[in-house]
Every structure is written in structure tokens, then in C-alpha cells.
């Protein structure tokens, strides 16, 4: 337990990081990798697994580790190739690699070496950027699960910080617990109770609610919603054809609201008869979903029609959203719209804009092929895309017929 200890009381990531290149590990890992352990894990990273994204390949590498008895941390980034491209590469190693390394202080003096957990372990997992059919994918090119040190068991594991969450209910209740003057210790032991746990077994710490007290002393997300619809209503003073509209729900907190320009209003009434209705992004200083109306004018230049944000993502907020849009373009429906895959939205499509015809946009479609088939069709996945792509760029629907019959 010694070493769970020492895991369990380093919150921070002090000290010096050592990559898998400084160590001379292998880039490509052969197919027969042995793990430290045996785990009940069913999906294990293997090389050339595809993400949509660099935080899907690190839920799905958190996921693994936790499993096995660890927790991960990203490494520094690597691999900026090219203006404007950006991060290409990206490592994510065990939380006990690399090792401590003492800092000097503000006299000159180096620190307390506190106890560390890291002792130089060389599991880490590395993903790259590519690009196929303009489509970016993260694809693994790297991965080692060969640890130096005991994996912890299921009922120690959950104790890393890295695991140590707190549910959006329990949230509140510490909130309300901290306004009634409880001490930290005295809310921990009630949500004990509360939820039938034994001692010290909540999925959280008496340091991660330290910190999101202070969380709360430092950010007031409500205040800058409310300076956001101040902006909206000087706007509106100064322009009298901009147009937004929101909401404010019973804590009066500031709900939904949906903004769009004159130029944007003439702009839908000439292009808007194909739009997308893009939901797939959140903004996390007013933690709201951001939804953006977009179209094509006849230069082929994307049109902004409209913006709005969400508090929740549900079908009510997803009908306040499309009414507000319709009252903003003075009742006209668009004849299609495209929008991801969010069943919510579909229903509320549904009831608010029956005669509109809805699509799922096929860029969303395809920038989830690696996590849908990837794994399913494995070395085959690479042909089978190629393939998917050549028949959808096919202009005559009797050659698509054809070509879908042939490969059927």
C-alpha cells in the first residue's frame, strides 16, 4: 500500500518528463505485445487503430488503463509540421513515467523533495495526424503496455486523481452543503452516508473538493452569460435590424439565446433553401452548446445565418432553438437542412419544421467511419473506405447501383 500512497497524495505533474523516443523505445510495437496483466479488457490499443480525434483516442486509452490498474497523462506535443497545421503527433504515457526532478525556489534554494510516484515507466501509447479524403484522422503508431512497477487493483485504481470525479448532482450538493458552512470533512462524511458507502470509498477526494470550491470562488459562469446578453442588447441599440432572442430559466439563470445580423437575415432569404445546422461543438466559459446555422451562396462561400446557445441538449432546447431561428428569418423554413447525428435534434426537426427534408451531413457520417468499422473490419478497413468514397462520388445513380451490387 506504500506505493498507492505515494500515487494517491501527488495531484500534480511536477518534475521531469521523459518521451518514449528519450528512452529508445520501439515506434511500431509487433502484434504480439504481452501485456503486464491480464485484463478483462476487450478492445486493446493495436497499431493503426483510427480516432476521430486526439481526446477519442485518450478516452479510449483512459479507458483501457483504467482497467488494467493505471491512469495515463499527456506528454508534451510533438511533430508541428508545417504553418498552420498545427499538433501532428501526440503521446500519452502511464502517470508513473518519467521522473521527479527537484526545482530551485525563489532564494535559490532547491525545494522538498516530496515523494514521487513516477519511476520511469515506458508504457505510453503515441498517435499521429493523417488525412484521408480531406477527412483528419488520429491513428496509432506507437504502443507499449509493459509496465516497471505493480498495477493497482480495481477498488485502488479509482483513487488516482485521474478517476477521482464528481457527478454534476453531487456538484450541487457540495455547493449547497458550502453555503450552509459545512467544513469539507463534514460534507464527504454526509455523502458517505447518503449514498451507502463505506469510508473513504467516494468515486472523489477531500482535495478534489478542495479544488472545486475553489473553482467555484474563481468562476462565475452565470455572470458572463449575463454579460453576454448585455452585448446582445447594446448591439440591438446600436443596430435596430440585429435580432436575438433568449430565455431565462426559474434560478434565473440566463437558459438559451440565439442571436443573428441584418446581413445574415438577407443572406438566408437568397441562399437559404439548403443549410446546416452544425451542434457539435460546447463552449466551455458559459459551459453551453453552441449551435451555428451556415449555408452556400452561389460563389460557393459559406453564408453565416444565425447562432444560438444551449444550456441543455434536449429536445425542448432543440424546438426553442428552431422556432427562434424561423421567427429570426421571418417563418421560412429552409427546403433541406443537414445536421449530425443527434436524435434530439431529429424529433424536434420533426415537430417544428415537418416539411423540411433532414439529412445527416456526410461529413459527419464519415469522420466517425475509423471508430465504427476500424475495428470491425481491421486491415481490410483502408480498401473498404477507399471504396465507400469512390461510389459516393459517382454522378449517375444507374453506375451507383451497379458498383453497390458489385461490392455488396
Not at 478497413?381 to 459517382?394: G, I, M, P, Q
Request: aromatic content about 12%; glycine content about 6%; overall charge neutral.
Amino acid at each position: 500500500m506504500s506505493d498507492l500512497s505515494s500515487v494517491v497524495k501527488e495531484a500534480s505533474e511536477n518534475g521531469a518528463d521523459l518521451s518514449p523516443d528519450d528512452i529508445g523505445t520501439i515506434e511500431e510495437m509487433p502484434e504480439d505485445t504481452i501485456l503486464s496483466r491480464q485484463t478483462s479488457v476487450n478492445l486493446v490499443p493495436f497499431i493503426g487503430q483510427r480516432f476521430v480525434s486526439q481526446d477519442a483516442a485518450y478516452e479510449f486509452y483512459c479507458s483501457f488503463a483504467k482497467q488494467c490498474g493505471f491512469s495515463i497523462r499527456r506528454h508534451r506535443t510533438r511533430g508541428k509540421d508545417g504553418v498552420g497545421r498545427g499538433i501532428t503527433r501526440r503521446d500519452f504515457t502511464c502517470h508513473r513515467g518519467g521522473y521527479p526532478q527537484l526545482k530551485p525556489s525563489d532564494d535559490g534554494k532547491l525545494q522538498r523533495n516530496r515523494k514521487s510516484s513516477r519511476c520511469g515507466c515506458q508504457a505510453y501509447m503515441r498517435i499521429v495526424k493523417r488525412a484521408d479524403f480531406d477527412v483528419p484522422e488520429w491513428r496509432i503508431t506507437g504502443f507499449s503496455n509493459i509496465h516497471n512497477h505493480e498495477l493497482l487493483k480495481s477498488n485502488e485504481v479509482q483513487l488516482l486523481p485521474a478517476y477521482c470525479t464528481i457527478s454534476a448532482d453531487d456538484k450541487s450538493r457540495i455547493c449547497t452543503f458550502a453555503k450552509a458552512g459545512m467544513s469539507v470533512r463534514q460534507m464527504l462524511r454526509l455523502m458517505e452516508l447518503e449514498k451507502g458507502v463505506k469510508l473513504g470509498c467516494l468515486p472523489f477526494t477531500e482535495i478534489d473538493v478542495r479544488n472545486l470550491l475553489q473553482s467555484f470562488r474563481n468562476v462565475d459562469r452565470d455572470h458572463d452569460a449575463i454579460d453576454l446578453l448585455t452585448m446582445c442588447k447594446n448591439k440591438k441599440d446600436k443596430d435596430p435590424n440585429f435580432k436575438y432572442d433568449f430565455k431565462i430559466d426559474a434560478n434565473n439563470r440566463l437558459e438559451h439565446i440565439a442571436w443573428s445580423y441584418a446581413s445574415s437575415i438577407r443572406s438566408y432569404d437568397a441562399f437559404g433553401d439548403a443549410i446546416i445546422f452544425d451542434t457539435t461543438h460546447r463552449l466551455d466559459a458559459y459551459d453551453m452548446l453552441l449551435g451555428i446555422w451556415v449555408g452556400v451562396d452561389n460563389h460557393g462561400l459559406n453564408c453565416f445565418f444565425g447562432c444560438v446557445l444551449l444550456r441543455d441538449e434536449n429536445m425542448q432546447s432543440f424546438s426553442w432553438a428552431l422556432k427562434t431561428f424561423l421567427g429570426f428569418m421571418n417563418g421560412k423554413a429552409p427546403q433541406t437542412i443537414l445536421t449530425d447525428e443527434n436524435m434530439w435534434l431529429k424529433e424536434a426537426l420533426a415537430v417544428e419544421m415537418p416539411r423540411t427534408r433532414h439529412a445527416f451531413c456526410i461529413w459527419h457520417i464519415i469522420a466517425k467511419f475509423s471508430d465504427w468499422f476500424s475495428v470491425l473490419l481491421g486491415s481490410q478497413y483502408d480498401k473498404w473506405k477507399a471504396e465507400f468514397h469512390r461510389l459516393y462520388n459517382l454522378h449517375s445513380a444507374e453506375d451507383f447501383e451497379v458498383g453497390w451490387r458489385a461490392n455488396g
